[in-house]
């Protein structure tokens, strides 16, 4: 499996868009990019995937650069509920984590 | 609430002894997965099931750790001698994988088991 870059930590402030980047420069053509988070002592919650084509949801928007070598995750309005550590990840034969990018929301 | 449950929620025990943890994934997956992480790490791939069949395991899972799925619906992760080491969240996740399906189903993971070994 392609593997990620993303930055360690980042702050956002309370209201503002969150831009998490990711990087995926390995990346083969049938492979797709998922964003789960992590809140403290919880389980991996799903937020967004896609492949090609730039995706929306109720959470978040996903976008894909046309080379697909980065990626990144958009919050469009942050709130606290939204501190957690987020993970890019790259899927084809597996689901495999690195250590995410610990966004924490600033009041 | 119709997600992936998975019990205890916490377990302490006193190494050497037997664990065993429950997954109930969302009812009409699949698949079944088990994950580990441990303090400061994003999850780490155990093992998987499709139905009641286990159809791979990583290498971080030594002989002590069996996980069965007997009716291809809950599943049970078993630590046997269990060693500080293992003293980790045990994380369990569902998906619904179509005939062709790899891991690029969207999995949904249960709150985990946290474990602490004494």
């Known amino acids: 499996d392609a593997k990620t870059t993303q930055p360690t930590s980042m702050d956002c402030a309370e209201g503002r868009a969150a831009n998490l980047p990711c990087n995926h420069s390995?990346?083969?053509?049938?492979?797709?990019v998922y964003w789960y988070r992590q809140i403290h002592s919880q389980g991996p919650q799903y937020i967004i995937h896609?492949?090609?084509n730039n995706e929306t949801n109720e959470m978040a928007s996903l976008i894909i650069t046309e080379d697909r070598k980065s990626s990144t995750l958009i919050l469009p309005h942050a709130t606290l509920r939204d501190t957690a550590v987020y993970y890019c990840?790259?899927?084809?034969?597996?689901?495999?984590f690195g250590t995410g990018t610990r966004l924490t929301i600033i009041p | 609430d119709t997600g992936v449950s998975q019990n205890p929620r916490h377990k302490i025990t006193k190494r050497g002894q037997n664990v065993t943890f429950r997954c109930d994934p969302i009812?009409?997956?699949?698949?079944l997965y088990w994950y580990r992480q441990t303090l400061g790490q994003g999850p780490e791939f155990l093992t998987y099931?499709?139905?009641?069949?286990?159809?791979?395991k990583s290498r971080l899972l030594s002989d002590r750790f069996s996980a069965e799925r007997p009716k291809g619906s809950f599943s049970t992760l078993e630590i046997q001698r269990t060693e500080q080491g293992d003293s980790a969240m045990y994380l369990c996740?569902?998906?619904?994988?179509?005939?062709?399906?790899?891991?690029?189903?969207?999995?949904?993971f249960g709150p985990g088991t946290r474990l602490t070994v004494l």
């Open positions: 896609g492949l090609k």
């Open positions: 099931f499709q139905n009641e069949a286990q159809l791979e």
């Open positions: 990840i790259v899927v084809g034969e597996k689901l495999t």
């Open positions: 009812s009409e997956h699949n698949r």
């Open positions: 996740a569902s998906s619904l994988a179509g005939t062709g399906g790899s891991f690029t189903d969207t999995q949904y």
């Open positions: 390995t990346i083969s053509g049938n492979e797709y």
